[in-house]
């Protein structure tokens, strides 16, 4: 059970690249989730999927698009890379409709560090 | 979602016991408290969480407020893997589907 998998693991871009950052979980939850986290800051939630079909923005989602690919994967992609989106990505994935979301636990991936020059 | 306050930093001795503090003086009726936290180069981790009462599981205590507006999440013998960044998170029961994450508390722990 490898939980909450992402890949690839760091990633250099030059600005005006695309690019895709992969997640998949092996937990079968309905929710999974985009966050960044830059330095000495908290994560911010960039774009989450309630469940398989749906997308919704989070607090920061200019610059980036999502797909729900099936239950397991949730992908992020970077369609004109800028400075400005160096970054950790942290993918996170819940259970949800199994109660109210005021009790229920993410589980977070170990993140893609990006670089853009 | 409510706010929260932690402070910045805090030290602690290795195997001694750890306090550390979150303010949330806005918290309604129906906020749950989480806490979160990250290690070096991690992602984040789920480590307890509570409504109203007192809380215990294999990794933490928490102890909340009887007015609620406080919690403390209490490390029994803080050990160097302790060493993270901690997360106070209120969730409310309308349910915003991500976590508001602030800059947390950085705990060192010193052998």
């Known amino acids: 059970n490898a939980g909450v998998t992402q890949t690839p693991k760091f990633q250099v871009l030059k600005t005006g690249q695309s690019m895709t950052l992969q997640c998949a979980q092996d937990m079968n939850h309905n929710s999974m989730y985009w966050y960044r986290q830059d330095p000495g800051m908290g994560l911010r939630l960039i774009y989450y999927?309630?469940?398989?079909?749906?997308?919704d923005k989070g607090e920061v989602p200019n610059g980036y698009n999502v797909s729900r690919l099936n239950k397991r994967e949730f992908s992020l992609r970077l369609e004109s890379a800028a400075p400005s989106q160096t970054s950790v990505y942290f993918c996170?994935?819940?259970?949800?409709?199994?109660?109210?979301?005021?009790?229920?636990?993410?589980?977070f991936g170990p993140g893609t560090r990006l670089l853009v020059l | 979602d409510a706010k929260t306050t932690q402070p910045n930093s805090m030290e602690s001795n290795e195997e001694e016991p750890v306090h550390l503090p979150c303010n949330h003086s806005?918290?309604?009726?129906?906020?749950?408290i989480h806490w979160y936290r990250q290690l070096p180069s991690q992602g984040p981790e789920y480590v307890i969480h509570g409504l109203t009462s007192n809380v215990n599981n294999r990794m933490a205590s928490l102890a909340i407020a009887e007015d609620r507006k406080s919690s403390t999440l209490i490390l029994h013998r803080a050990t160097l893997r302790d060493a993270a960044v901690y997360y106070c998170?209120?969730?409310?029961?309308?349910?915003?589907?991500?976590?508001?994450f602030g800059t947390g508390t950085r705990l060192t722990v010193i052998p």
């Open positions: 998170i209120l969730r409310d029961r309308a349910g915003a589907n991500n976590l508001f």
């Open positions: 806005t918290i309604s009726g129906t906020d749950y």
């Open positions: 999927s309630a469940s398989e079909g749906t997308t």
């Open positions: 996170a994935s819940s259970a949800s409709g199994f109660g109210p979301l005021s009790q229920e636990t993410q589980y």
